[in-house]
């Protein structure tokens, strides 16, 4: 009993916090379906990643905060935020999670595990071999708190989202991927070195502070001897 107890109060402080976030109110204002969106939203205000024009792979894309901000960046200017849900696009997205998304307009959702072979090749069949100027990655896998067994789980989502980037970018293309603080992670920021021209550790203002989550972006393939420049 004295077990649940602590739990619902831990429950009750999270929904405190939760809903007293600024970026969750700003989400529910601007009609964000998470507040992930200001995390993307202030890596591509920094590293000017996104344009119109552009085709954009949304892994882990559920519930869709993601591809909704990269849809208002490809709508016409005169839109506006609101105006960006419906109506013109210019760009590509594809969007892949392996749990339900809630359509978006222009967006092209494909549902499966994108650790799977199958998946990843019906991802790759609707690229239909076009270069990919941008994969954004919010995958996490569901931690067991086993800390060795999480960091492969979490090292093996961002390898594949690196290999998929390798074998589908255009040469100055980037990759932004979730990464978790703690084991694991100087090994990911070597991967990232090995593969990129740059590499920028970026840890947004609306990434909670107790969260262990940063983000890694790697912009422009690297031929095998080039040298990576890493922006701090």
């Keep these: 009993m004295k077990v649940k107890t602590k739990s619902k109060k831990v429950n009750k402080a999270w929904l405190h916090d ?17 507040r992930a969106a ?10 000017k990643i996104l344009r119109p024009g552009q085709l954009v792979v949304d892994l882990g894309a559920t519930p ?26 210019n760009g590509t997205i594809i969007a892949l999670d392996i749990l339900d998304f809630e ?8 549902q499966g595990d994108f650790r799977e072979d199958e998946v990843l090749g019906r991802l790759e069949h609707v690229v239909a071999g076009r270069p990919v100027d941008v994969v954004i990655s919010d995958m996490a896998p ?33 990759l932004v991927c979730k990464v978790f603080h703690g084991s694991g992670y100087s090994q990911l920021v070597k991967l990232f070195k090995e593969r990129f021209r740059v590499v920028k550790p970026i840890k947004p203002k609306a990434s909670r502070d107790k969260s262990a989550e940063t983000f890694l972006v790697g912009i422009g393939l690297k031929s095998p001897k080039a040298p990576a420049d890493t922006v701090s």
Excluded: M
Aim: proline share 4%; aromatic share 8%; charged share 25%.
């Design 64 to 89: 869709g905060a993601w591809s909704q901000y990269v849809r208002r960046r490809f709508a016409p200017k005169d839109a506006g935020a609101g105006g960006a849900a419906a109506g013109e696009l």
């Design 103 to 110: 359509p978006i307009e222009g967006v092209t959702f494909i």
């Design 142 to 174: 569901n931690l067991s708190g086993v800390e060795s067994s999480d960091s492969a789980r979490i090292a093996h989502l961002v390898e594949l989202a690196v290999e998929f980037a390798q074998n589908h970018l255009a040469p100055k293309g980037a």
């Design 18 to 34: 939760h809903l007293a976030d600024p970026y969750v109110k700003l989400a529910q204002k601007e009609g964000y379906r998470a």
């Design 38 to 47: 200001y995390k993307l939203k202030e890596i591509d205000e920094e590293l």
